[in-house]
């Protein structure tokens, strides 16, 4: 993607250390980090327990993913709430009701389908604060600074997914899934806690007493109207396709790996190192990515590197051994970075008012997206075979490199009726 005009700090490259001496940036992102530990480690654990419960696959398999599509429609139902409500409320109320979640499943012995109520319904309420967080965070950074504190939380993110994953497994055989489960709660609760003391008091991010604005209307259907009038801005409605699809194929050949791997007749074990071969190639790529390149060169690059991330897959259509294997997945994760190249123009196109919901609805989509991805190319293997399907996954993804390399370049500054306003961060209440 070339933009015709760049901010006037186009070419100014930021550095991680620049990132981290913002203090707001600072909690935001260590607070985050923590979570995401949390997160990895309560959702294995809970698909550990109702395995346990249930001696069912199928709804082992349902609780681990049932927190991913109900956070789409909590962001189409609640998502304008990150912008009309304060954000250390909305963020320590998140981290506090995913605790009390947590700690109901280990402490209460409540039926399957109850347990897994109470995780969907936890879900919904997602979008709402992880949008006022990112609010928060593209108030306090800008320019490259912004792309970089992304960089960072993609490479936390990707870190405390492994440590989280590796805590869960240690956490159970030590300490059984229900006081497992109860871990992860003292970890939200710890978050919780950090924000609620040490982020200031801000104000809401949009205009509640503007004419016409959100305040006036109920939070469904401000949120319903404020994500329609998102996704018919043009520029913001390609901006999010283009890093929703990428996700999804890689996420539909991610989840063929565990049965490329049996019916490759691989050794026990050698599907963990081929799944951790993604995460690890995301690490790498990130890093290079934001450290060495200028703003403008990642934006550059963004379809090229989605090809990065088909292009290997296809290769599984000949169906490799484990070395190569790994080595492709690797070279596909890398090519994950491409996202840094679209951070700037995505925040430029949205508007002031409504970015809370924005990131909301970007992130939702993406959960969404991860999840019915595996679902779709499961079924296309039971045709073709893990390797064939993986293979057509890495033409989706290379496709979408092309379709984004046949776009019009945006008008001015990038934005289609977007506010391409900088903020410098929230106003104190009084």
């Known amino acids: 993607m070339t933009p015709t005009a760049e901010p006037a700090q186009g070419n100014h490259r930021a550095t991680y250390r620049e990132v981290l001496a913002e203090p707001r940036f600072r ?50 139902l609640l998502g304008s709430l990150a912008d009309r409500l304060p954000p250390r409320a909305l963020i320590t109320g998140g981290y506090a009701l995913t605790c009390a979640a947590a700690l109901l499943i280990a402490v209460v012995r409540m039926p399957v389908a109850a347990s897994l109520g109470v995780v969907a319904l936890v879900s919904l309420a997602t979008p709402v604060f992880h949008g006022a967080s990112s609010r928060l965070v593209a108030q306090a950074l800008e320019g ?22 590796a805590l869960g497994g240690a956490a159970v055989a030590a300490l059984g899934p229900r006081r497992a489960l109860a871990v992860s709660a003292a970890l939200y609760l710890c978050c919780a806690l950090a924000v609620r003391f040490r982020l200031p008091r801000l104000r809401p991010g949009g205009s509640r007493g503007a004419p016409g604005g959100r305040g006036d209307r109920g939070a469904v259907r401000a949120s319903l109207q404020g994500a329609g009038l998102l996704l018919r801005v043009g520029t913001v409605r390609r901006l999010m396709l283009a890093q929703w699809l990428p996700c999804a194929f890689v996420a539909g050949a991610e989840g063929l790996i565990v049965a490329y791997a049996g019916g490759r007749h691989f050794a026990p074990g050698w ?28 934006e550059r ?64 989509g993406t959960m969404t997206v991860q999840g019915v991805g595996p679902v779709c190319f499961g079924a296309v293997a039971a045709g073709v075979g893990t390797g064939g399907a993986i293979a057509l ?22 934005t289609e009726g977007g506010a391409a306003e900088s903020s410098q961060g929230g106003v104190a209440d009084e």
């Not at 260590?30 to 959702?43: G, H, N």
């Not at 199928?58 to 189409?76: H, K, M, T, Y």
């Not at 799944?275 to 790498?284: E, I, R």
Request: aromatic residues 8%; charged residues 10%.
């Open 27 to 76: 909690l935001l992102f260590s607070t985050r980090t923590v979570a995401i530990t949390a997160d990895a480690l309560r959702i294995t654990t809970f698909s550990v327990l109702v395995f346990s419960a249930t001696g069912s696959a199928l709804l082992s398999a349902v609780a681990f993913g049932i927190g991913f599509v109900p956070q789409l429609f909590g962001s189409l």
């Open 144 to 165: 490259d600074a912004y792309v970089l504190g992304r960089s960072l939380n993609n490479l936390a993110g990707a870190g405390a997914q492994l440590s989280g994953l």
């Open 271 to 298: 599907y963990a190192v081929l799944m951790g071969c993604l995460p690890v190639g995301m690490l790498v790529g990130d890093l290079l990515v934001g450290r060495v390149l200028r703003p403008s060169t990642r």
């Open 301 to 364: 690059l963004v379809a090229p590197l989605i090809a990065l991330m088909g292009l290997p897959l296809v290769g599984f259509a000949a169906e490799p051994g484990v070395g190569v294997s790994s080595c492709l997945l690797l070279l596909c994760g890398s090519g994950f970075a491409y996202g840094l190249g679209l951070q700037r123009p995505f925040l430029e196109a949205l508007p002031q008012e409504g970015r809370g919901q924005a990131f909301g609805l970007l992130g939702s």
């Open 393 to 414: 996954a890495g033409v989706a993804a290379t496709l979408t490199a092309g379709w984004i390399l046949t776009w019009h370049p945006p008008a001015g500054n990038g």
